[in-house]
C-alpha cells in the first residue's frame, strides 16, 4: 500500500489488506500503561518495564505504532468491499475517510478510538456497520445511505460534537448508536431505545421540514429544493427543527450536496427579479 500528501494531509491508499496486529495491540496497552506510570511518578522502575530479552519487540512495536499514528487521510481503492474489525482502531491522527461505492461492510471497531476523525465520505452501496466501528471519533454529521440495513450497537458512540445523524427509515439501528452525542441531548428518552431510534429516523419528517428533509436527504437535487424555496422563501434556510439545526447547516455538512447556499439564493433571487 502506498501513502502519499493529498490535501495536506500523509494519506493511506488502502487497499484491504490486514493491517492490525492484535498481538502488538496487547503489548502496545502494557506500553501505554507503563508510559503513564513514569509520567506520573517519575520513577525509573515499575512492573510492567521491558526486560532485556523483550528489546526486539519494543523495537518492532515502535515502528508499528509510528506506521500507525502517520496516517492522516484514507483513501479507500476502489473494489475493496470492506474494512475488517479493529483495521484502524487507535490511529489518532487520521482526519478523514473516503470509501468506494464497492465498499459493503464496516467492521466492528474497524475506526474506533480514531479521535481525530472529523469526515466520513460513505459510499452508495453501503450496507452494515458493526457495533463500536466509530466509537470515540470525532464526527460532528454523518449521513447514511439509504442502502444501509443496519447500524451495530454503540457504531457512532462518543462522538461528543455529533449533532447531524442522517439515516433512511428503513434502517435498523441497535443499541445506543449514538450514545454520548450532542444530539443525544435533545433525545425525548434518557437511553437510546427503540423509542428513541425512530425518534432519531424521525427529527425531520413532518411536512413543515420539508426542507430539512431535502438537505440532509443523501443526495439532494438541486430541482427540489429550488421548488421548495420558491414556495417558502430563502428565510426557510434559516428555520430550526427540534434540535436547533437549520436547513443551510444540513447542507453545509451534507458531502453529497452537489450545490451550496449561495447558488441557491442566487438562483432564488434571480427568479424574483425576473417577475
Not at 447514511?144 to 439515516?167: K, M, Y
Not at 436547533?244 to 434571480?270: C, D, M
Amino acid at each position: 500500500m502506498k501513502t502519499e500528501i493529498v490535501d495536506g494531509l500523509l494519506t493511506l491508499f488502502y487497499d484491504g489488506s490486514e493491517l492490525y496486529n492484535s498481538e502488538l495491540a496487547e503489548h502496545e496497552e502494557r506500553s501505554i500503561a507503563l508510559h503513564q506510570y513514569l509520567n506520573v511518578t517519575g520513577e525509573p522502575y515499575h512492573p510492567y518495564c521491558w526486560d532485556e530479552d523483550e528489546r526486539p519487540l519494543v523495537k518492532k512495536l515502535e515502528k508499528y505504532l509510528d506506521k500507525r499514528q502517520s496516517w492522516e487521510q484514507v483513501i479507500v481503492l476502489d473494489g475493496v468491499e470492506k474494512i475488517p474489525s479493529d483495521t484502524f482502531t487507535g490511529c489518532f491522527n487520521i482526519q478523514r475517510v473516503i470509501f468506494p461505492d464497492s465498499l459493503v461492510c464496516i467492521e466492528s471497531h474497524a475506526f474506533s478510538g480514531c479521535n481525530s476523525l472529523t469526515h466520513v465520505k460513505f459510499p452508495m452501496n453501503l450496507e452494515y456497520i458493526e457495533e463500536h466501528a466509530f466509537d470515540a471519533c470525532d464526527l460532528a454529521s454523518v449521513f447514511i445511505p439509504e442502502s444501509c440495513r443496519w447500524i451495530g450497537s454503540n457504531a457512532f458512540q462518543r462522538n461528543d460534537n455529533l449533532s447531524i445523524f442522517h439515516v433512511p427509515q428503513t434502517i435498523r439501528l441497535h443499541a445506543e448508536v449514538i450514545k454520548g452525542s450532542k444530539l443525544m441531548k435533545y433525545a425525548p428518552y434518557f437511553r437510546q431505545t427503540e423509542q428513541t431510534n425512530n425518534w432519531i429516523k424521525n427529527i425531520n419528517n413532518d411536512d413543515k421540514h420539508s426542507l430539512h428533509r431535502l438537505c440532509s436527504s443523501f443526495q439532494p437535487t438541486k430541482e427540489e429544493i429550488f421548488a421548495i424555496i420558491q414556495e417558502q422563501g430563502i428565510g426557510a434556510f434559516k428555520a430550526k427543527n427540534n434540535v436547533g439545526v437549520t436547513p443551510s447547516e444540513y447542507l453545509k455538512e451534507n458531502p453529497y450536496a452537489e450545490l451550496t447556499e449561495i447558488e441557491i439564493s442566487r438562483h432564488y433571487f434571480l427568479n424574483k427579479l425576473s417577475f
